[in-house]
């Protein structure tokens, strides 16, 4: 399918950074969910991880989202392809469980996105996977 031009390099940057993560840090599930499309897949690449479609997708942010008490993405470099829809962004999410420990991981994503919506999300992840 032939990309059709939509979003601009700001309006990308802001569904990866500020729409996605902002509601991912939020725990909003239905506002992190609205930024896919229904038969998205989000890969975590490093673990060999696939979750294909908004349920499976749902069923991961769920445990995520029940693992840690505060979740916080921060500190991205992107790198926009305006032209062909495509984003990627290192960043630093800090996780805070329960009992306060804290895990930091440096990440790097990369999405495709049609119609303003995410259809392939590519995750490498500096430490465990924590999107089982």
Same mark, same amino acid.
């Given at each position: 399918?032939?990309?059709e031009p939509g979003l601009s390099r700001a309006?990308?940057?802001e569904l990866a950074t500020k729409t996605y993560f902002g509601n991912v840090d939020a725990k909003n599930m239905d506002a992190a969910l609205d930024c896919f499309h229904d038969g998205a897949l =989000?890969?975590?690449q490093t673990a =060999?991880?696939?979750h294909s479609g908004k349920d499976e997708i749902r069923r991961m942010f769920e445990d995520f =989202?029940?693992?840690y008490e505060t979740i916080v993405h921060r500190d991205f470099t992107c790198t926009v392809d305006e032209a062909n829809g495509r984003i990627a962004a290192s960043f630093v999410a800090e996780l805070t469980d329960a009992d306060g420990g804290v895990?930091?991981?440096n990440n790097t994503n990369f999405w495709r996105v049609l119609n303003g919506k995410f259809q392939e999300v590519?995750?490498?992840m500096s430490g465990a996977n924590v999107l089982v």
């Open positions: 399918m032939q990309y309006e990308l940057i =989000f890969c975590v =060999f991880t696939r =989202f029940g693992a895990t930091l991981l590519y995750v490498y």
